[in-house]
């Protein structure tokens, strides 16, 4: 049976860098095509709420930010839940904080998808701002990359569209939702 | 006499950023206590000069553990600053969304964020499998998947489990701790339903999303009602929202409810010597109308006193923060950020010492305690024959008394009376939505001409949410919001002190607590989970001068 995929972004879309996570998961989303299709997920702030998530999918990508002092800024990593866990984590926003312990709780059920956390390390996660600063925009094209990479591990094939949905463009996504023009994740 | 500090920071498992502060005598009694939010927010800065109909929108990214609830006060207060009626059909759809959530809610935080400080994984691995049947029936009469081969293969998964090491990434579970009191088989039972609390996770939040809508950020509430799904009110939709809260309401009557007694009669003597008690002031904003009736009462207690509850009166609320990290008006959102001691402690010493990001919300000049216990205190003094019963049973069988409650199990057993009770609620609403539906009442939305509206407006919403009371207020100014603010639930109950120094409720329970073992303090994380903290929307900062404020002290 075709494993079931979803990919989420984490993060908060309002403190600067912390949204990144949710700006990749759209970015992804708007600019690619998958096959067989994946679900891509607005992880937001959700935190525990994300525990169904983890259950209901064999392969569980999550994408995020990792406050980490002893790294650069925009310094990648990818990890498994069991590497995420057993490194020193260093968690200083709510979100890191409830991503890591939530995959605490879920690694006692077996029914937990097998995750990955791809985390980079932000710069500035406190200015109230829906962008990201200069270190994370030149890393930028290298975070999709690894996460596209990391999906086409999976065995799934990725082709681009044709549109080419900028980054800007979903900033402006994420800075303005309405109601009215239905501009959401 | 010579004390001890004791500096907790953080708080695992809770949402969000605490930091507590103890000092302790050469008993190891707590002599003083100073909680201290540690993120600093700044979320309705966002709000500003927006469109007053995406206000859910972007509230609902305050912080996604209450998304939902967020999003409907914002809303809410939105309908309040322009009068808008809503549908009854529409009412009773977000009160559907709003007590799922509170299912999911409590589950979650008695489970997963707060049972491992009375469950000692290690401990339950000497169980035997048919005691433990065994000692389930003693809470329940038809257990939750109670057979010896279900507690055999639960065994065998747990050392599994312990075996390959995993255990350690629990590090703050303090395993064999003398003041874990369970036996064996009760540490068995627990943690059976705690596996089966996830698997019940997955379920009950696609009660939520049959309303909500896209999961998990719900999308459907909008100003002047619901939409955004079509055909609301469905009959397979109704169905399939029936069909899961069924379901859950097993596991509710069969696992929570008889664990939550397990532990009130396991930790009796903890009850009755009122650890965890705060300062026995007690709020309620009350709400989710059935008929002439509410589900929840308004009230306040004072000092315990549970005979005489004033009706609750929002004017007498007000917002300080003379020992938060803010300087001026409450509203203004300067910041006066302090720093820590030198030692890296939090600067307590003098009374007007600031120490915390969160403010200092106040009822009559009075520091409360919100949640699920209020509810509880406040709608079974009221005498709320859709609550009653199900107190009275839960103090029966643990021969307890209301006052009992006010402790940290106490917290515990209040909410998951309350998840009791709010199961029965939501079969008599969804039989109301069918009544309309038959008649014909099946309007959702509110029609109203935006450009019609008042330019200038001003709303506010008092919602009781699972963690207790929210408030939002907003200011309408040519139609786009020109300020916005929330108090939160965490707010009320972890606030720091004023100049007056009366101690938050977090603060209180924490007072004359022993602590066993000062390296390893157990029952300091007990009694705050026990209030079910979530600090990343107690915490606001409004103001971007705050960049060069915001340090992070780990």
């Avoid at chain 2, 064999?176 to 609390?197: D, F, M, R, W």
Wanted: with cysteine; glycine share 6%.
């Amino acid at each position: 049976m075709q494993k079931k995929v979803a990919l989420i972004g984490s993060g908060n879309a309002f403190f600067k860098d912390e949204g990144v996570g949710l700006y990749g998961a759209k970015y992804i989303k708007e600019n690619y095509e998958f096959s067989p299709k994946i679900e891509i997920v607005d992880g937001g702030t959700l935190g525990f709420k994300l525990m169904p998530l983890l259950q209901e999918f064999d392969e569980v990508i999550i994408i995020n930010t990792a406050s980490d002092e002893s790294k650069k800024t925009g310094d990648i990593t990818v990890k498994t839940t069991d590497e995420f866990l057993d490194g020193s984590l260093i968690k200083k926003t709510a979100n890191e904080v409830e991503i890591a312990e939530m995959l605490q709780i879920c690694s006692l059920t077996e029914a937990m998808g097998e995750t990955t956390v791809i985390s980079i390390v932000p710069e500035d996660i406190i200015s109230v701002e829906v962008a990201l600063s200069d270190n994370l925009l030149l890393a930028w094209d290298r975070y999709i990359d690894i996460t596209l990479q990391k999906i086409e591990s999976l065995g799934i094939k990725i082709t681009k569209k044709e549109q080419n949905f900028t980054l800007k463009k979903i900033l402006d996504i994420f800075a303005n939702p309405s109601i009215e023009f239905n501009k959401g994740f | 006499m010579s004390t001890q500090k004791i500096v907790i920071d953080p708080i695992t498992r809770i949402e969000g950023h605490l930091r507590a502060e103890v000092e302790v005598d050469a008993d190891g009694v707590v002599q003083e206590a100073y909680v201290s939010g540690q993120l600093f927010r700044g979320i309705e800065i966002i709000l500003k000069n927006r469109d007053p109909r995406d206000a859910g929108l972007l509230a609902g990214r305050i912080c996604g553990v209450c998304t939902n609830s967020h999003f409907r006060a914002a809303v809410t207060s939105v309908e309040d600053a322009y009068s808008l009626e809503l549908p009854n059909s529409a009412q009773i759809i977000r009160d559907l969304m709003a007590m799922a959530l509170f299912i999911q809610d409590h589950v979650v935080h008695f489970y997963h964020l707060h049972s491992l400080d009375f469950v000692d994984i290690t401990s339950a691995l000497n169980a035997d499998p048919k005691s433990t049947s065994k000692e389930a029936h003693k809470y329940h009469k038809k257990p939750f998947r109670n057979s010896h081969s279900h507690y055999e293969s639960v065994l065998e998964k747990l050392s599994n489990f312990v075996k390959a090491g995993k255990l350690g990434p629990f590090s703050n579970g303090y395993w064999g701790h003398s003041e874990y009191k369970l036996t064996p088989e009760q540490n068995l039972v627990i943690i059976s339903h705690y596996l089966e609390a996830l698997k019940f996770q997955t379920t009950i939040s696609k009660a939520v999303a049959i309303f909500g809508g896209k999961t998990p950020h719900p999308q459907s509430i909008v100003v002047g009602g619901v939409t955004s799904v079509a055909d609301m009110l469905n009959p397979q939709r109704l169905n399939d929202y029936l069909f899961i809260i069924k379901n859950a309401k097993e596991f509710i009557d069969r696992a929570y409810l008889p664990d939550a007694k397990l532990l009130s009669i396991a930790y009796r003597d903890d009850i009755k010597s009122g650890v965890g008690r705060a300062n026995g002031n007690f709020l309620s904003v009350g709400g989710y109308a059935f008929d002439d009736k509410e589900l929840f009462c308004n009230g306040v207690v004072y000092n315990h006193d549970f005979e005489n509850i004033a009706d609750f009166e929002e004017y007498k609320i007000t917002e300080e923060i003379d020992r938060a990290w803010y300087k001026g008006d409450s509203l203004d959102n300067e910041i006066e950020y302090t720093d820590f001691n030198e030692d890296g402690s939090l600067k307590t010493a003098k009374n007007d010492d600031k120490y915390s990001w969160i403010k200092a919300p106040r009822y009559a000049g009075k520091v409360m305690e919100t949640g699920p216990l209020a509810r509880v205190i406040i709608s079974y003094k009221k005498e709320n024959i859709l609550i009653k019963s199900f107190v009275d049973e839960f103090l029966k069988d643990t021969d307890l008394e209301l006052m009992d409650l006010s402790t940290t199990v106490g917290r515990d057993a209040a909410r998951a009376i309350e998840t009791g009770y709010i199961c029965e609620y939501i079969f008599k609403l969804v039989s109301r939505l069918i009544q309309n539906i038959k008649y014909y009442d099946t309007e959702t939305w509110a029609k109203y001409d935006f450009d019609s509206l008042k330019k200038r407006a001003k709303g506010r919403a008092f919602l009781e949410v699972p963690r207790g009371t929210l408030s939002h207020f907003i200011k309408i100014q040519d139609a786009k919001i020109e300020n916005f603010s929330v108090i939160a639930p965490t707010t009320w109950n972890a606030t720091p002190r004023n100049f007056d120094g009366v101690r938050g409720a977090y603060e209180e329970a924490l007072l004359g607590l022993k602590i066993e073992d000062t390296s390893k303090p157990l029952e300091v994380l007990r009694v705050l989970h026990s209030f079910d903290p979530c600090l990343a929307c107690a915490v606001h900062i409004i103001d971007a001068k705050g960049k060069n404020l915001g340090k992070y002290k780990i």
